[in-house]
């Protein structure tokens, strides 16, 4: 294998791994802020600038602070569970297209570290494995309390991963491609699925709060009920992976959204910046435009969880069961009538 591929390949492996884990960390600096903005308060403001070094702060804080293993813990699967929880995070990251090819000197580089051919198959085979961090973490604490949440938490999974799935199923229908590459490609300039797939992408949007375990559907972690949820006998920098987990989940679901929906990195008069900006840079102002999809996205996560109340259990799982799976075989078979009317007439 070229030497030069495998570098190249590292390079952009690495940038994205850092990009992801920086933007997890500034996340929860913009989650106070935005919480703070929407309750007419300051948020952080002691360290740094604008509290801009808080990320820092509680990083230091998290990495010094005791660490503690219960007794009667499986100590190998309690240290096994915040790391795969992380580990299935960070690779979702694989298949998503960052830019267009870029020119660099004589060398054309892809802006993707990986365009296989089942990239939609592959986000979901990963967002099937992180509930496996949620599971062994809550199971190897030997807390009963813990346990339940983890069973909460794969149980949503489960159920909003269906509708997900089943809401992809009618994209894939219009794009006949299961790569994320070639998806992107169909949506050039300013023809975006979310124009054409608006119920898909709804019922996708609502899987993804529930999949990420963010507010409304926060329940594996309901405080109120569950003590700390599925995580509550961890402590110091494993409690730090988990909580760096969720919010890389919320960047890749925030960038899958973006690129199956919204365009990925076109936008339109894309063509006009090609030829003004080269096909250096022109590449790079189309990743600087899926970035900024990919925080209004992580915005709305949010707006939604300090704006709208928890659910009840119950009521969690009859809207995925009753309401987004129905809907979703719906959409399937309008998209499937549509598109039979459109190639026979």
Request: aromatic content about 16%; glycine content about 8%; overall charge neutral.
């Given at each position: 294998?070229?030497?030069?591929?495998?570098?190249?390949?590292?390079?952009?492996v690495?940038?994205?791994?850092?990009?992801s884990?920086?933007i997890a960390m500034?996340?929860?600096?913009?989650?106070?802020?935005?919480?703070?903005?929407l309750?007419d308060r300051?948020?952080?403001?002691?360290?740094?600038p604008?509290?801009?070094?808080?990320?820092?702060?509680d990083g230091?804080?998290?990495?010094?602070?005791?660490?503690?293993?219960?007794t009667?813990?499986?100590?190998?699967?309690?240290i096994?569970g915040?790391?795969?929880?992380?580990?299935?995070?960070?690779?979702?990251?694989?298949?998503?297209p960052?830019?267009?090819p870029?020119?660099i000197?004589?060398k054309i580089?892809?802006?993707q570290?990986?365009?296989?051919?089942v990239?939609?198959?592959y986000?979901?085979?990963?967002?099937?494995?992180g509930?496996?961090g949620?599971m062994i973490?809550?199971w190897?604490?030997?807390?009963?309390y813990?346990?339940?949440?983890?069973?909460?938490a794969?149980?949503?999974?489960?159920?909003?991963?269906?509708?997900?799935?089943?809401?992809?199923?009618?994209?894939?229908?219009?794009?006949?491609?299961?790569?994320?590459?070639?998806?992107v490609d169909?949506?050039?300039?300013?023809?975006w699925?979310?124009?054409?797939?608006?119920?898909?992408?709804?019922i996708?949007?609502v899987?993804?709060?529930?999949?990420t375990?963010?507010?409304?559907?926060d329940?594996?972690?309901?405080?109120?009920?569950?003590?700390?949820?599925?995580h509550?006998e961890y402590s110091?920098?494993?409690?730090?992976?988990?909580?760096?987990?969720?919010?890389?989940?919320?960047?890749?679901?925030?960038?899958v959204m973006?690129?199956?929906?919204?365009?990925?990195?076109n936008?339109p008069?894309?063509?006009?910046?090609?030829?003004?900006?080269g096909?250096?840079?022109a590449?790079?102002?189309?990743?600087?435009?899926?970035?900024?999809?990919?925080?209004?996205?992580?915005?709305?996560?949010?707006?939604?969880?300090?704006?709208i109340?928890?659910f009840?259990?119950?009521?969690?799982m009859?809207?995925?069961?009753?309401?987004?799976i129905?809907?979703?075989?719906?959409?399937i078979?309008i998209?499937?009538?549509?598109?039979?009317?459109?190639?026979?007439?």
């Open positions: 294998m070229d030497t030069g591929f495998i570098i190249e390949k590292f390079i952009l690495a940038v994205i791994f850092g990009i884990l920086v500034y996340s929860t600096y913009a989650e106070r802020k935005v919480a703070a903005y309750q300051l948020g952080p403001d002691r360290a740094g604008f509290g801009i070094l808080q990320p820092l702060a230091l804080k998290m990495f010094m602070k005791e660490e503690i293993i219960p009667t813990s499986s100590k190998w699967l309690f096994a915040p790391g795969l929880a992380l580990l299935c995070a960070c690779i979702g990251t694989a298949v998503i960052w830019g267009s870029m020119l000197g004589d580089v892809p802006l570290v990986s365009d296989i051919n990239g939609v198959l986000i979901f085979g990963v967002v099937s494995l509930v496996y949620v973490g809550g190897a604490s030997n807390n009963k813990s346990l339940l949440s983890a069973i909460r794969a149980s949503q999974n489960i159920s909003y991963e269906i509708a997900m799935g089943l809401s992809i199923i009618a994209l894939l229908l219009m794009t006949n491609t299961l790569s994320l590459k070639e998806i169909q949506q050039h300039g300013w023809h699925n979310v124009l054409y797939q608006p119920l898909g992408f709804l996708f949007m899987c993804s709060f529930a999949e375990n963010r507010a409304p559907f329940l594996p972690e309901c405080e109120t009920e569950l003590i700390g949820g599925y509550t110091s920098m494993k409690l730090g992976f988990y909580l760096f987990a969720e919010y890389i989940n919320m960047f890749v679901s925030s960038a973006a690129t199956l929906y919204f365009g990925g990195y936008y008069g894309m063509d006009y910046m090609a030829t003004l900006l096909p250096t840079w590449p790079l102002f189309g990743t600087a435009i899926l970035f900024a999809k990919i925080f209004f996205f992580i915005f709305f996560f949010m707006w939604v969880r300090w704006t109340p928890r009840r259990y119950d009521q969690l009859n809207l995925g069961w009753k309401g987004l129905p809907l979703a075989i719906a959409n078979i998209t499937g009538v549509v598109i039979a009317i459109i190639e026979k007439f």
